[in-house]
């Protein structure tokens, strides 16, 4: 089984691979925690607005936590928490954890995880989240390695699922939100925040999280067929558009509220994309998706 998030690369682009994410990684993590907690309470806030319920006391379910398990940590603070995630994700140098990661998610996914262990990210960024979130000690949170499309609960089992940045590396989401629909239990809330493949870093190479418009990394270069010859993939990406994920949550889960959400810069942003659209380039794309950052999906079941 492989992972959503990897896949196979030479060797001289796995290497570019781990120097960017090392860096994406050991940069500035305060702020990349601050901004995960941050995260976390908008979508507090925005179901507090939407249904006027509180994030508290809940059955929750994470489906792909991520190897920090930030927002699940946050979350286990006032609910009954379980992530689930297609990676195993060893919580600390057992050897017997990382031949099984090994045996699920290859070698490449396995290096990539001793790596940021061994540089002491995952060390540094456990002490942040504890300091932010006040506590002494992070709670002991389970998390079951399982594929969304074919969850072991029972129907009816949560109050609360949630899922950050996993949709867009799916191939067969609408199963995905069919599943998620299944285990959550009436008057359950769901909620989905997806990455856009139109918007500027919808290809997730991670030099591209390095780079600014000041940069000489060219802005939407896996959407230039110039230019796409330059993009390192290292995630699988089912590519979909925004009107085809509405179409999806629309057919799946019928009164689902759509949040489109852009970047700080969208304004240079807009200036770019439409620069290029009077050149004759990305001329196939609204502005819309193009600016549009991340998909949020709210949803209450009946």
Not at 227 to 242: F, G
Not at 244 to 252: G, P, Q, V
Not at 269 to 287: C, I, K, P, T
Request: hydrophobic share 40%.
């Amino acid at each position: 089984m492989g992972s959503y998030t990897s896949l196979p690369t030479n060797l001289n682009q796995f290497v570019h691979e781990l120097v960017s994410l090392y860096r994406l990684h050991q940069d500035e993590i305060p702020q990349r925690v601050a901004r995960l907690i941050e995260e976390a309470q908008l979508v507090e806030a925005r179901i507090r607005e939407a249904y006027d319920i509180d994030i508290k006391n809940m059955n929750m379910l994470e489906i792909g936590p991520g190897p920090f398990l930030t927002q699940l940590l946050y979350f286990a603070k006032e609910n009954r928490v379980v992530g689930i995630d297609l990676d195993i994700l060893p919580r600390e140098l057992n050897p017997f954890a990382y031949f099984n990661m090994l045996q699920v998610n290859g070698v490449r996914r396995t290096l990539k995880t001793i790596g940021r262990k061994i540089c002491g990210i995952d060390l540094r960024h456990a002490r942040e989240l504890r300091k932010q979130l006040q506590v002494k000690r992070l709670p002991y949170v389970k998390v079951l390695q399982m594929d969304i499309g074919r969850m072991v609960f029972p129907d009816n089992s949560f109050d609360f699922v949630y899922t950050r940045a996993l949709f867009h590396h799916l191939p067969d989401p609408i199963t995905a939100v069919k599943e998620c629909c299944r285990v959550l239990r009436s008057g359950g809330i769901c909620y989905i925040t997806l990455h856009l493949f139109t918007s500027p870093t919808g290809c997730l190479d991670p030099r591209i999280y390095k780079s600014t418009l000041q940069d000489d990394y060219d802005l939407w270069p896996h959407l230039r067929p110039t230019l796409e010859a330059r993009v390192c993939a290292n995630a699988q990406l089912n590519k979909l558009r925004l009107e085809e994920w509405r179409s999806i949550f629309n057919e799946a889960i019928p009164g689902s509220k759509l949040i489109l959400r852009g970047t700080d810069d969208s304004q240079q942003l807009e200036s770019a994309a439409r620069q290029l659209q009077d050149g004759g380039e990305l001329r196939d794309y609204s502005l819309q998706e193009l600016l549009t950052y991340e998909v949020a999906i709210l949803w209450r079941k009946p």
